[in-house]
Structure formats: C-alpha cells, structure tokens
C-alpha cells in the first residue's frame, strides 16, 4: 500500500483542484476502472472527487447498464451516498446488498438499482481526502478478499499518481522560487559592485586632489601611480558590473577599455599611437583581474620611461589564443628598457606586483629587447 504516514515530510500544497489531474492521467485512470468493472463483471466502476461542496464522477467504466457518468454530481453533505460514508470515516465500505440493511436500504443510489457496493477512500499525499474508488452492482455481491484486494491495489495506484503529481508542482515551485532567488543575488552582487566603483571613485578623487596639492615632483607622481592603480581596478569594476554574467569578459572589450583609459589618465607631450590586434575571446573575472593590474603597470611604465624626448611613439598591444594558452604582448618602440634590467629580480612595487599577478595567473611574463621594449605575458585561459 502506499505510504501515507510520511505525510507530514511533505510541504502543504494546494493540490486539492480537479484542473491537476492530466488527460493522460485521466485516461489511465479510465482504463482502470473499466480493467476493475470486467475482471469483478459489475455494471459500475467509479473513481469519485470530492471537489466541495459536491461530490463528482471522475472516471466511470465503460460497461453495459452503468447509469454513471464523468461529470455527474451531487451535494456531499448529507448526500446519503456511500462514498459519502467512505470518505468521511476514510476507511473502506462494503455492503453486499442494501435492500437487506436498515442503513443503506434508502440510499440514493437504490434509484438507479445499485444494490451492493464496495468503495476505497483515496487521498491526496498530505493525508486530506480526494475522493473514492468504488464498484457498484444491480445485484446482491458479497465481493471476495481478492477483489478488495484488488480495488486496493489500483487505490495505491492512484494515491501514488497524485503523490507525483504533488512532487512535480513542488519541483516546479522551488524552481520558480530558485529563479527569484537567483534574481534577487544577481541585483544584490550589482549592487554591491556599484558600490565599490563608487568607493574607487572616491578614492581616485581623493588621490588627485592629493597629488593636485602635492609640493614635490616625487610626491605628485607616487600619488599619480596610486590613483592610476586604482583607475585599473576600477575599470575591471565596472566591465563586470555591466557584464552579464559577473563571471567572464570580452578579451578585446576588456583591453581596448584599458588600454585607451589607462594611456588617457597620463597625458605626455610625445604623441602615442596605440595600435590593437587583439583577438576576442572570454578570460574569467579572476584573471581579467590580475591582468588588469599587469596592463596598468607595463602601460605607465611605457608613457613615464619608453618615449623619452620623441616627438611621436607607438604602443602595440596584441592578444592570441594559442591552444588554451593566452598570449598578450604589449610592444613599444621607445628607447628600450635598460640592458641590465631584470623583471625577476627588480624590487621595485610595479615589478612585484606584475610578477605576483602573473604567478596568480599561473602564467610567465618575460620582456625582450626589439625596436624598443616588448612584454610577452602567456597564461592558461581556463581557470
Ligand atoms: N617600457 C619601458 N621603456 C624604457 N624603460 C622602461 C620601460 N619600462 C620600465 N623601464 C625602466 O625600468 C625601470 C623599472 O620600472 P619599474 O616599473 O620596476 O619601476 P618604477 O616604474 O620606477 O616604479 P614603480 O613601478 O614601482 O612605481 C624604470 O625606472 C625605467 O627606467
Ligand atoms: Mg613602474
């Protein structure tokens, strides 16, 4: 028999409405009670709903002398009927012939000459009563152990297509609840970046009223770097604040944005030329991170050392996919790095910092001296 007793384990829903049960459910339970109605050979096999305050006719057998039909109702309460009686004590019915019993001998079903009958309660999963699953006969019928036994076999039957019914609508509302839950982070986590762009504004603000006041040169520039630093973070702020997903970006959106930012903040007297060549493909939030802070500290150095005097200079900044590598390599065709420059040993913070972000990345930078100075940083593009 189906387990009702771990009802309470089960969310209430509201499952007690007639549009749940499907025309494929409604047809195999069609097909039950005429399997019941010719195996027991009774005129009448029904499954009835309650749906309050009436009592209806959900599925009736298709068998010679059944007055019964789908839809047919009558008022519950009151009503006399036997399945009143089933669901009411939810326990099962049987009376071989009413005419012999002072109790059913004026029900109103002896109208229609149905004289014996033996009904099941069905119940929805949370233990409230759906309806029955009776046979009815025109003669007398004391119906054998094996045909109650029968009867409530197919009632498990029904109880267990309601129960998947209730775990259907149940898993369709925590869905539907997942998905608000999952709009609701969404616009927190906007929000959330929003606010710290703010906060970075803030701060860049804050660094260039600095350096605006600042007396000496070194002071000025320390305050130029710092305010350049965060300009990056804040620019990878707001690529992933406009970004769908949060969790990736457009190589070539990204670097474009950079690049033209980054060169826009430190204005120089030499005319830079940025070319581009970048291929698009998507890098995750946690690496465009790292390689943000990377891009910032090799395009400073190249507007403060590269160009010297020159009138005019160009930066190139490419990205490739290789297999599942990235290369980005960003060229300048300025007075070249000094010779005895070392990217592994410098201890200067912007040397640190790129070695540190490129070790995040899992990648390798390294700087080759042609035509100027070239920074080649390779790093794998799943992470
Ligand atoms: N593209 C370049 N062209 C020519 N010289 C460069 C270039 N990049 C760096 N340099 C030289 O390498 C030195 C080291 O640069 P690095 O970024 O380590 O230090 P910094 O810019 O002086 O200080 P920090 O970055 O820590 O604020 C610079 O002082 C500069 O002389
Ligand atoms: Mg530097």
Known sequence: MTDVSDKKTIPPHDLHNQELITENIRKDWNEIVDIIAEIINVPVCLIMKLDDPYISVLASSHSKGNPYHPGDKEHFENSGLYCERVIKTQSKLLVPNALKNEEWKHNPD??????????????????????????LDNKENPYSKTIENLISKFRDHLQSDLRNIFLNLTLKDNLEKNAVLL?????????VHHRIKNNMNSLIAILELHAYEAASAETINALKDASGRVQSFCNLYDKLYRSESFTEVSTKEYLETLANQIL????????????????????????????????????????????????????????????????????DNGIGIPEDFDLKKSNSFGMRLINMMSGDMGGTLRVERDNGTKFILEFPILQ
């Open 110 to 135: 002896i109208k229609l000459n149905m004289i014996s009958y033996l009904g099941f309660p069905v119940l929805y999963p949370d233990g409230k009563p759906f309806g029955t699953i009776c046979v």
């Open 183 to 191: 709009k609701e982070k969404e616009f927190l986590l906007k929000e």
């Open 264 to 331: 826009s903040n430190l204005k120089i007297s030499c005319q830079v030329e940025l070319k581009k060549d970048i291929e698009d493909f998507q890098i995750s939030a946690k690496i465009s991170f790292s390689l943000g802070i990377i891009m910032n500290e090799i395009l400073t150095n190249i507007m403060k050392y590269a160009f010297g005097n020159m009138d005019s200079g160009t930066i190139t900044i490419s990205a490739a996919k290789e297999k599942d590598n990235a290369v980005i390599t960003v060229q």
